[in-house]
């Protein structure tokens, strides 16, 4: 993701071992783990300009991370469900017309 040509440029500042830390407890809480604690996730992406192009290319590489990882695939729905019922809280820029800007 951090490498990615289309999203990986929102990383360039970040801590990734850190963000891969919290992301990874983010998923376990959604899996059945101990609750997340880190900061609202609406929160966190608030000052991201994160467009609806962005949301899905994430979403993409993740689906692939976890088919080449051969995660079963009830485990996959579920882990993409929640992730894509999400898009609300993170896209900032809904619309997908290039002249809404
Ligand atoms: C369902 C979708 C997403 C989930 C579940 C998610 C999850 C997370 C989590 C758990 C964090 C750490 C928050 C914290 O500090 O406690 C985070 C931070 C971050 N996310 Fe996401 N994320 C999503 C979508 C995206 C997208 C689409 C992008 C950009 C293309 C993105 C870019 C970032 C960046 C740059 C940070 C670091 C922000 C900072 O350090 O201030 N995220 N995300």
Not at 54 to 71: N, W
Not at 78 to 101: E, F
């Amino acid at each position: 993701m951090v490498t990615d040509v289309m999203i990986g440029f929102f990383f360039a500042k970040v801590n990734v071992k850190a963000l891969k830390a919290l992301e990874t407890a983010y998923a376990i809480s959604h899996l059945g783990g101990p609750p997340y604690r880190g900061r609202d996730v609406a929160q966190a992406h608030s000052a991201l300009p994160i467009g609806l192009g962005h949301f899905h290319r994430r979403l993409r590489l993740l689906q692939e991370t976890l088919t080449c990882a051969q995660v079963p695939m009830d485990v996959q729905q579920r882990w993409l469900g929640q992730q894509q019922a999400l898009l609300p809280r993170i896209v900032r820029r809904r619309s997908a017309c290039p002249a809404d800007g």
